[in-house]
């Protein structure tokens, strides 16, 4: 008996350990790294994915430009019904009689065409078209790696706008508890009657103001990962662990050769490229109608006075022909002129566009360089700031319980620890965002 009870609680208490509540909290939770980070969104992002259907539609629009090079095959069928029909004259044998007139036509025409036409020649307008879709092949390609940089430059913005968030809610949590633990003190000196009631109300006072920046840190760091979510398109309310890396890491980097590398590296600037590129080919393109358009054509012709098309005393059963034809508009009163001087208006403008993007650029890794510059010189001072507001804080309340001070001074000394630690924090977050925007502005995950 004792055997069988125990075969049965084996089971039995298996079942109770992975179903119970405590078992889901026991499983290991993802914790994010930025890389994973950038992956998943790279992977998953609507947006991105939007992006690249753009490469798929340029490359159905190349094959639409090279079937231009291909005979065209088409057909018609047609029926046409004359008002009447025509004789002959009649022939007068004289003697011997008359030979009567002969019907010279049908009332009901029917005609089966198949045309097959091959262009030979078109002023080099489908070359130019072929060129022009393959242009927009690279530079669909090229948006596609724009908002990839763009995307991996959100994903860092957001992670390092969680961690950031996350110190404040930590930063907004000791100040609480500070203050309260203050609170207590005041309230057992006013119950002897060591303080005032103002002191006492104005501890209160700050406790409460505390607590209302505790409950906007907690909010801001669940909408920071709501927008996290939503970059890596997962659920909005999924939990988000990440792990932390706002630390302080020297950049060493030189200017020059940073502009250098976004000179040739960034996407904005080879798109333009692409785009000055697809001007030269449009410009071929509109003088293409400076010239003769010669094409080779093919009819089959079946006509007959039935539907079926199988010839008639008056139709042939079947027939064929061939034309090669020529078509020059040679005049339109220099519209062909003033089109080619838009699109050289239009290269002129993209080449101009260029060189504003490029010292564009140069700003750019310019700005960031000095926001490292000025977090690296900020992050010294701010800790030592926090390592002094420590201490002030710590005598202050020493000085208090003694009994040698007022509690505006513990007040003052708390607020002064909690502005240093945001600003160290501040300081960590401007680092690691402004080597982040260095490294886009580069055309660099």
């Known amino acids: 008996m004792k055997s069988k009870t125990s075969l049965i609680l084996v089971p039995l208490l298996f079942v109770s350990l992975v179903f119970q509540p405590g078992a889901a909290l026991a499983q290991e939770k993802k914790v994010y790294t930025l890389e994973a980070s950038i992956a998943e969104a790279l992977e998953n992002n609507w947006s991105l994915k939007a992006k690249k ?42 003697i011997f009689g008359t030979i009567p007139g002969r019907d010279q036509n049908t009332r009901d025409n029917y005609q089966w065409k198949g045309t097959v036409t091959q262009p030979l020649f078109t002023g080099f307008a489908l070359v130019s078209s072929y ?39 930590g930063v907004a949590k000791k100040a609480v508890e500070s203050l309260e633990s203050h609170v207590k003190v005041a309230s057992s000196f006013y119950k002897v009657g060591m303080i005032p009631i103002n002191d006492l109300l104005k501890s209160q006072v700050e406790l ?13 760091t669940k909408l920071t990962r709501a927008n996290f979510n939503t970059i890596l398109s997962r659920q909005i309310n999924a939990p988000v662990e990440l792990k932390d890396i706002l630390v302080y890491k ?22 333009l490229d692409i785009n000055i590129l697809q001007t030269d080919q449009q410009i071929r393109l509109v003088k293409s109608k400076n010239y003769p358009e010669v094409a080779l054509t093919y009819d089959y012709i079946k006509e007959g006075d039935h539907p079926d ?3 008639s005393p008056f139709h042939d059963a ?27 208006s239009l290269k002129k403008e993209l080449i101009q566009t260029k060189k504003a993007l490029e010292d564009g650029i140069r700003l750019e890794i310019k700005d960031a360089m000095l926001a490292l510059e000025e977090a690296e010189k900020n992050i010294p001072a701010t800790r030592k700031a926090v390592e002094q507001a420590e201490e002030n804080l710590r005598v202050s309340e020493e000085r208090y319980k003694a009994q040698v001070t ?39 995950y």
């Open 53 to 94: 259907e753009k490469i798929d539609q340029a490359g159905n629009v190349r094959k639409q430009a090279r079937a231009e090079f291909l005979p065209k095959l088409s057909t018609t069928y047609g029926y046409t019904r004359l008002s009447e029909v025509y004789k002959s004259d009649p022939v007068s044998l004289g």
């Open 131 to 169: 060129r022009l879709a393959e242009l927009g092949i690279d530079q669909s390609e090229m948006e596609v790696e724009l908002e990839k940089l763009d995307l991996v430059l959100k994903v860092k913005e957001t992670y390092f706008d969680i961690l950031g968030v996350d110190k404040t809610l």
């Open 208 to 220: 409460a103001n505390a607590q209302q920046d505790l409950v906007k840190a907690l909010n801001a």
């Open 250 to 271: 020297p950049e060493k980097g030189d200017l020059e050769n940073y502009m250098e590398n976004a000179l040739e590296n960034r996407p904005e600037i080879k798109l």
């Open 309 to 311: 098309v199988s010839g």
């Open 318 to 344: 079947n027939s064929w022909e061939v034309m090669a034809g020529v078509t020059w508009t040679f005049w339109e009163w220099g519209k062909t002129h003033y089109e080619v001087r838009e699109k050289l």
């Open 406 to 444: 007022t509690s505006t001074e513990v007040l003052d000394a708390q607020t002064l620890l909690t502005e240093g630690r945001m600003n160290y924090y501040r300081a960590l977050y401007d680092h690691n965002l402004a080597r982040s925007r260095l490294q886009r502005a580069i055309g660099a």
